[in-house]
């Protein structure tokens, strides 16, 4: 299992992480089985953003009804780990009822993406997904 994304897109969630080194930034995914197209940064809306970060549902919801409508193709979303790796945390884990959604975690430099899986190898709950950067 492998998806693909363009190095200029990587490079921009990076910076977009590093930009913000205080809080849990994220987002939302979109494209295709083979390749994340585009990102699109939405406000972390959790009580305390420097632990833990909840997709403002506005935007979430906004965009389930735009795939819906034939926009594009929601994959799943991102977020960055500010002082940890680009692993899922048990919180994550608990968090992961969106099973078949893609979870791009970044931390420790570097972006890693899991696809929620109930049962799954990592944290019972997610399986990883190969980024080929290009
Ligand atoms: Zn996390």
Do not use: K
């Amino acid at each position: 299992m492998a998806i693909r994304i363009s190095r200029a897109l990587y490079d921009r969630l990076l910076v977009e992480a590093a930009a913000d080194p205080a809080r849990e930034i994220c987002g939302l995914l979109f494209g295709t089985d083979e390749r994340i197209e585009a990102t699109e940064p939405a406000a972390n809306v959790a009580a305390d953003p420097a632990r833990w970060f909840e997709v403002d549902p506005v935007a979430l919801f906004a965009a389930i009804r735009a795939e819906r409508a034939g926009g594009p193709r929601l994959l799943g979303h991102y977020h960055s780990h500010p002082s940890g790796v680009a692993m899922p945390s048990a919180q994550d884990a608990a968090a992961a009822f969106d099973a078949g959604r893609l979870w791009l975690i970044l931390g420790g430099g570097e972006a890693l993406v899991w696809r929620a899986v109930p049962g799954g190898p990592v944290q019972g709950a997610f399986e990883p997904v190969r980024l080929v950067v290009d």
